[in-house]
């Protein structure tokens, strides 16, 4: 069982790193430079990392008319939120 300090701290750490990348992101394409591929943006939200996504989202006011990025993301917080509830359930 993960203990929820460790738990805690992860996701602090990836929700940071996830709105660190799409201000990263959002930097390189008003300087027409390489880009965070969406894959990746869209790989940390699935790892623990969608409210700091959606921080960037609305904050950085980034991708938020992209699509299928949009929608991609929003499956993957309904997803991650269908599981917490599941595992509130069972407990």
């Not at 700091?52 to 991609?72: C, D, M, S, V, Y």
Request: charged residues 20%; glycine residues 6%.
């Amino acid at each position: 069982m993960i203990e929820p300090r460790g738990l805690a701290l992860y996701l602090l750490a990836i929700n940071v790193l996830t709105f660190a990348a799409f201000a990263v992101d959002k930097r390189r394409a008003i300087r027409r430079q390489w880009r965070v591929s969406e894959r990746s943006l869209l790989m940390m939200a699935a790892g623990g990392g969608w409210v700091g996504a959606l921080l960037g989202q609305f904050i950085l006011r980034h991708k938020t008319r992209k699509e299928p990025f949009r929608t991609q993301l929003y499956c993957i917080i309904a997803m991650e939120a269908a599981a917490l509830v599941a595992v509130a359930l069972t407990r």
